[in-house]
């Protein structure tokens, strides 16, 4: 069974790393949680709608130039004068288109006769368009549309149906009526790069959702073209609620990250605009940094509870030596001897061997503290029991039993024996004066000895020797008498 003090300096410890580990951990983790959320605010507040803001504003920009010049052609004389002519030569106008392609860059260049219905383009003549044609949809809506222009984004017939951002500019002849339409077409190619550049640059998966929620893949966004987000996890649930609104922000989780999601509505494209942070990726940095925190924490701990240790383990040891030493000789005191005296005798239980006590008593003590007072006294008493302790076994006891006695127990040792001893430290005593400053005092000690006769109890043995040494005051004092 563990010693009481033991256990309740084990308790301690494990008190105080429970207390530090909490402690530590709960610092540690409100400061993630703090950070995080901060992290999360600004990305939800001011990085997110940051991006989005830059790439609308690249994109508006791009698209600046191409209006002017689809506005410059809407309004050139020689285009409104060619179609009022009757459009009779077409080489003319594929000309004047292909200059415009050539000149500014463009992508396309294109006319359509309100009169014809004919589609002009660079290379001569494409098709006619038609009201039951869906691909001429676009065509019938800006007719009728009361803006002058619109940016649309519809497949290329005249290059393969490659992608194309159309700008469509309403054409009216002098006296204000609508003749065609006419403009020019821009590759995705510019907005895909800026999309991929500030992916990179941001860790951020930039990507463009048309009016029906379906992916518009301009980078590296979700899913292929024309996918329906809807399918996708975490995702999903949230794209009819955004397609309701102009802008805003979500977070969602996918895949097992958190991510978070802002949208805004590009009515030029009549797209939204999707920029997704991954927030666990963002996070990484100060995971790892609680993880850090949380491993210094845990060696503080125990560096603490190890220093803690060694503390209480040296408090205990002087506690346990305040508690069975006598503070003046460094004896043992009488609370040692019961507890060890128990022990003497369980040994002596198993292997009865001799064992001798010898009680001894300072002669005329009382004369000296009267005389020289009790600091002389005191030093009397150290020094007598320095004496005895010199010229004992490790194995013996020497207890201060009490004033000026001092108890020694001799154990492996017979009669005679002990009756030597006892002489010997008689001698000794009387043979070394104590100095104290100038003073200069002869001592001497009275010594009685009993022998344990193995029944008797430990108390009766000290007594017999007790009265022996009382027979060795009466007898003269500075003797040695036995029980």
């Avoid at 809407?74 to 179609?83: E, G, I, N, P, S």
């Avoid at 990507?207 to 975490?234: E, I, K």
């Avoid at 060694?310 to 507890?339: P, V």
């Amino acid at each position: 069974m563990a010693h009481p003090r033991i256990f309740d300096r084990r308790s301690l410890l494990l008190l105080l790393a429970l207390l530090l580990s909490a402690g530590f951990a709960a610092t540690a983790l409100f400061g993630y949680f703090a950070s995080s959320r901060a992290i999360q605010k600004a990305i939800i507040e001011q990085d997110l709608p940051l991006t989005s803001s830059n790439i609308y504003s690249e994109i508006q920009k791009d698209l600046v130039r191409p209006v002017l010049i689809s506005s410059t052609m809407a309004h050139d004389t020689f285009l409104r004068d060619w179609v009022l002519r009757g459009e009779k030569d077409v080489a003319e106008v594929a000309r004047y288109l292909a200059e415009v392609k050539r000149r500014y860059g463009a992508f396309s260049s294109f006319f359509v006769s309100e009169r014809s219905a004919t589609y002009y383009t660079g290379e001569g003549i494409l098709k006619r368009v038609r009201p039951d044609e869906p691909r001429d949809a676009w065509y019938f809506r800006v007719r009728e549309m009361k803006e002058d222009y619109e940016i649309n984004v519809d497949p290329d017939m005249a290059n393969a149906d490659a992608l194309t951002i159309f700008i469509n500019y309403r054409v009216f002849d002098f006296d204000g009526r609508f003749i065609g339409a006419t403009g020019i077409g821009l590759t995705v190619d510019a907005v895909s790069r800026l999309v991929a550049e500030y992916q990179a640059r941001f860790s951020r998966t930039i990507y463009f959702v048309d009016a029906n929620g379906r992916a518009v893949q301009l980078g590296a966004g979700r899913g292929v073209p024309g996918a329906d987000l809807r399918t996708v996890p975490g995702l999903g649930p949230l794209i009819d609620g955004i397609l309701q609104k102009q802008r805003g922000s979500h977070m969602f989780e996918a895949n097992g990250d958190s991510h978070i999601l802002h949208f805004n509505y590009l009515p030029e494209l009549k797209w939204y605009l999707f920029v997704e942070q991954n927030a666990s990726a963002a996070l990484a940095d100060i995971r790892r940094t609680l993880y850090a925190n949380l491993a210094i924490s845990l060696v503080v701990t125990l560096l603490v509870v190890f220093l803690a240790h060694l503390a209480l383990e040296r408090y205990q040891h002087r506690i346990e030596e305040m508690a069975t030493t006598d503070a003046l000789t460094g004896l043992l005191n009488r609370h040692a001897f019961d507890i060890l005296i128990d022990k003497l005798m369980a040994e002596h239980r198993r292997d009865p061997r001799p064992t001798a006590a010898l009680l001894a008593d300072i002669d005329h003590f009382k004369e000296i503290n009267d005389r020289h007072g009790h600091q002389v006294g005191d030093a009397v008493l150290k020094e007598v029991a320095r004496l005895l302790q010199q010229r004992l076994r490790a194995s013996d006891l020497a207890v201060r039993w009490g004033g000026e006695e001092f108890l020694l127990v001799l154990k492996g040792c017979d009669l005679p024996e002990a009756r030597r001893i006892a002489e010997d430290l008689r001698q000794a005593v009387s043979a070394a004066p104590v100095a104290v400053g100038d003073l200069q005092l002869s001592v001497t000690i009275s010594i009685g000895v009993s022998l344990y006769n193995g029944t008797e109890s430990p108390d009766s043995m000290v007594n017999r020797a007790d009265n022996a040494m009382y027979a060795a005051k009466h007898g003269g004092r500075n003797r040695v008498d036995v029980a």
